[in-house]
């Protein structure tokens, strides 16, 4: 099935109908991927929502799987999603409804509209946000290294497969498969895919908003039904909630569902949910409240897997102080998370030959809790680790450490991780954050602050808080080479050994609002 757009532009399509006759509403999903595919390594299938009485329809976006024209990134798709769904309401077998639904490319390019004429009836946006520094491409002024290498590798590919070029195709998957990716990146995509949307990031400063993109959809969006899907696991998590975060502010009433989920697993789908959800918006079919909960916030614990009600701007907010004899980055019991002090200093030397590794969380390829006691037990990484508790604890919010470093290099970074120690002494890391520092070398000591990703986590009598130190989160972020530059890879002979010392005397971590905070 094929639309032509105002330009003159093909896009393909696939239909799945209902038995019998119709019109029915109708869910459209717009993604780059090829439509056969219909994001089946999340959603079920196009079928099984037919089955429950629903057209569907899943397009290639411009440039991409079988539809025409050049593949330029977000920026094509509001007047493609807009002349879509006026192509889709004038069809015989639509009744007029559409909804919206998707995750990741196919979770914004449902939110971008050329106005407020052809707005969906109800989205279900999952795993985006508007803005691609902060909510696709970067965060704490690092880019996400083997994420967006991985995932721009893939569009390239992609890119190739459309021209028949067997070479470029063979060349790229050679280089995912062995991991020499890391090193050859940018050069394949320079190469293969030398306009590409993720190679413009990577050549970007990801902490200079100039040359940016953020998006901007209608106003009016914000006032459509609204089931907004995040993951703790998940890097655009942030983006999801800023999403709650304007609907919220413009006056809509926006659900909110976030799992213990990284980008690719969510543990049973959401596939229930989101067919209730249309039921209610498309069809006026109220489901039960099993179905559909009346509390629009539900958030899944890291730790027990529970759903429970509860709203991303309302945080715990505890706080503890940093404190340790000098130790924290050889002994990972002398560093203290303390509710009532804090002070010492602590010295971390980053060997370039050597860098730390980033695991898990939600800048790897392998998201998620990891166990991390080996890498606690390096010289290069400050630990904090809190008393046992003596009653059970609820964690809600965005970690933030807060502590004055300086270092003897223009540049540095500051990885870190929250996790829990259990009393059979596994370390599990539930959240990490980094911030890249650029600069002049043996400046005076400065405030540096790290956001970590947000979470929530109920704690048992006897665990234990740990908060970990680092330099560097490799391939997560790429390795800082020390002298002021913009990182972009891992180590080469020209970086730098780099020593930072930590100043603990006002140093904190505490459990901020994930929305809404200072």
Same mark, same amino acid.
């Given at each position: 099935?094929?639309?032509?757009?105002a330009?003159?532009v093909?896009?393909?399509? +696939?239909l799945?109908?209902?038995q019998g006759?119709?019109?029915?509403?109708?869910?459209?999903?717009?993604?780059?991927?090829?439509?056969?595919?219909a994001?089946t390594v999340?959603?079920a299938?196009?079928?099984?929502?037919?089955?429950?009485?629903?057209?569907?329809?899943?397009?290639?976006?411009?440039?991409?799987g079988d539809?025409?024209?050049?593949?330029?990134?977000?920026?094509?798709?509001?007047?493609?999603?807009?002349?879509?769904?006026?192509?889709?309401?004038?069809?015989?077998?639509?009744?007029? $409804?559409v909804?919206?639904?998707?995750?990741?490319?196919?979770g914004?390019?449902?939110?971008?509209?050329?106005?407020?004429e052809?707005?969906?009836?109800?989205l279900?946006p999952?795993?985006?946000?508007?803005?691609?520094?902060?909510?696709?491409?970067?965060?704490?002024?690092?880019?996400?290294?083997?994420?967006?290498?991985a995932?721009?590798?893939?569009?390239?590919?992609?890119?190739c $497969? +459309?021209?028949?070029?067997e070479?470029?195709?063979q060349?790229?998957?050679?280089?995912?498969?062995?991991?020499?990716?890391?090193?050859e990146?940018?050069?394949?995509?320079?190469?293969?895919?030398?306009?590409?949307?993720?190679?413009?990031?990577?050549?970007?400063d990801?902490a200079?908003p100039?040359g940016w993109?953020?998006?901007?959809?209608?106003?009016?969006l914000?006032?459509?039904?609204?089931l907004?899907?995040?993951?703790?696991h998940?890097?655009?998590?942030?983006g999801?909630?800023d999403l709650?975060? +304007?609907?919220?502010?413009?006056?809509g009433a926006p659900?909110?569902?976030?799992g213990a989920?990284?980008?690719?697993?969510?543990?049973?789908?959401i596939?229930?949910l989101?067919?209730a959800?249309?039921?209610?918006?498309?069809?006026?079919?109220?489901?039960?409240?099993?179905?559909?909960?009346?509390?629009?916030?539900?958030?899944?614990?890291?730790e027990?897997?529970?759903?429970?009600?509860?709203?991303p701007?309302?945080?715990?907010?505890?706080?503890?102080?940093?404190?340790? =004899?000098g130790?924290?980055?050889?002994d990972?019991l002398?560093g203290?998370?303390?509710?009532?002090?804090? =002070?010492?200093t602590?010295?971390?030397?980053?060997?370039?030959?050597?860098?730390?590794? =980033?695991?898990?969380?939600?800048l790897?390829?392998?998201?998620?809790v990891?166990?991390r006691?080996?890498?606690d037990? $390096?010289?290069?990484?400050?630990?904090?680790?809190?008393?046992?508790?003596?009653?059970?604890?609820?964690?809600?919010?965005?970690?933030?450490?807060v502590?004055?470093a300086?270092?003897?290099q223009p540049?540095?970074?500051?990885?870190?991780?929250?996790?829990?120690?259990?009393?059979?002494?596994?370390v599990?890391?539930l959240?990490? =954050?980094?911030?890249r520092?650029r600069?002049?070398?043996?400046?005076?000591?400065?405030? $540096?602050?790290?956001a970590l990703?947000?979470?929530?986590?109920q704690?048992?009598r006897?665990?234990?808080?740990?908060?970990?130190?680092?330099?560097?989160?490799?391939p997560?972020?790429?390795?800082n080479?020390?002298?002021?530059?913009?990182?972009?890879?891992g180590?080469?002979?020209h970086h +730098?050994?780099?020593?930072?010392?930590?100043?603990?005397?006002?140093?904190?971590?505490?459990?901020?609002p994930?929305?809404?905070?200072?």
């Amino acid at each position: 099935m094929k639309l032509t757009v105002a330009d003159g532009v093909a896009l393909h399509a +696939r239909l799945w109908r209902p038995q019998g006759r119709g019109p029915w509403p109708v869910l459209l999903m717009r993604q780059p991927y090829g439509s056969r595919i219909a994001s089946t390594v999340t959603y079920a299938h196009p079928r099984w929502y037919a089955a429950q009485g629903y057209a569907v329809l899943v397009q290639d976006v411009r440039g991409r799987g079988d539809s025409g024209g050049e593949f330029a990134g977000f920026q094509q798709e509001p007047a493609d999603t807009s002349c879509t769904i006026a192509w889709l309401r004038s069809q015989s077998w639509c009744n007029g $409804r559409v909804g919206t639904y998707g995750f990741s490319y196919q979770g914004l390019s449902q939110l971008l509209h050329q106005s407020a004429e052809h707005l969906p009836d109800a989205l279900v946006p999952a795993m985006a946000g508007l803005d691609e520094r902060l909510h696709w491409a970067s965060e704490g002024g690092c880019h996400w290294w083997v994420l967006s290498l991985a995932w721009g590798l893939q569009l390239a590919a992609q890119r190739c $497969r +459309r021209r028949l070029d067997e070479a470029g195709w063979q060349a790229i998957r050679a280089s995912l498969e062995s991991g020499a990716f890391l090193a050859e990146g940018l050069d394949l995509l320079r190469r293969w895919d030398p306009d590409g949307l993720v190679l413009g990031w990577l050549d970007r400063d990801p902490a200079d908003p100039a040359g940016w993109l953020v998006h901007e959809p209608p106003g009016a969006l914000w006032q459509k039904p609204l089931l907004l899907i995040g993951g703790w696991h998940d890097p655009h998590l942030r983006g999801v909630l800023d999403l709650w975060r +304007r609907a919220v502010a413009a006056g809509g009433a926006p659900l909110l569902r976030i799992g213990a989920w990284s980008h690719l697993h969510w543990r049973g789908g959401i596939d229930r949910l989101q067919l209730a959800f249309f039921d209610r918006h498309l069809r006026e079919r109220e489901p039960s409240m099993a179905e559909l909960p009346p509390q629009p916030c539900w958030l899944q614990d890291l730790e027990q897997g529970l759903w429970q009600p509860r709203r991303p701007d309302q945080g715990s907010g505890q706080r503890w102080g940093l404190c340790s =004899g000098g130790l924290a980055a050889v002994d990972p019991l002398d560093g203290e998370l303390s509710p009532t002090a804090a =002070g010492g200093t602590v010295t971390l030397v980053h060997d370039p030959w050597r860098p730390l590794p =980033g695991r898990g969380g939600h800048l790897g390829l392998d998201a998620g809790v990891v166990e991390r006691a080996d890498l606690d037990q $390096r010289c290069d990484v400050a630990c904090f680790t809190s008393a046992p508790l003596q009653e059970p604890l609820e964690l809600l919010g965005q970690p933030q450490l807060v502590v004055v470093a300086q270092a003897d290099q223009p540049g540095f970074d500051l990885c870190v991780a929250l996790s829990l120690l259990r009393p059979n002494g596994q370390v599990s890391q539930l959240s990490t =954050g980094v911030a890249r520092h650029r600069g002049v070398a043996s400046e005076a000591p400065h405030q $540096r602050r790290v956001a970590l990703q947000p979470l929530f986590v109920q704690l048992g009598r006897g665990d234990r808080l740990r908060l970990s130190i680092g330099l560097a989160a490799w391939p997560q972020i790429a390795v800082n080479p020390g002298d002021g530059t913009l990182p972009r890879a891992g180590v080469t002979v020209h970086h +730098r050994e780099i020593t930072v010392e930590l100043g603990l005397d006002q140093a904190s971590l505490s459990i901020q609002p994930m929305v809404g905070a200072n």
